[in-house]
């Protein structure tokens, strides 16, 4: 499912224009990343929770070359799925 797939969705769904289901769609998206741009997690109660983790520097090896490189420390998203979605899924 697509960007545009998921906006035709909530539209369908909540009975909106497609132009009123992309700025409900884009709201949502944009709090979440606002959120964890905060550094703070975002809990959504049987779907899942969003949040932040920190990934330390370290030394990789390019396969091609086998020359060692460096890889700075990052923050990267992590989504970790709630119970309600993993039942859903998995039936």
């Known amino acids: 499912m697509t960007k545009v797939d998921l906006i035709a969705k ?11 289901a ?4 884009a709201a949502v ?19 899942g929770t969003f949040e932040t983790t920190k990934r330390s520097a370290r030394v990789c090896r390019n ?7 460096k890889v700075p420390a990052t923050v990267a998203p992590v989504f970790k799925a709630g119970k309600g979605l993993k039942d859903a899924v998995a039936k």
């Open 10 to 20: 909530v539209a369908a769904e909540a009975d909106l224009t497609k132009k009123d």
């Open 22 to 25: 992309e700025k409900a769609v």
């Open 29 to 47: 998206l944009g709090g979440i990343t606002e959120a964890l741009k905060a550094g703070d997690k975002v809990a959504l109660v049987g779907f």
């Open 63 to 69: 396969p091609r070359t086998g020359e060692s490189i």
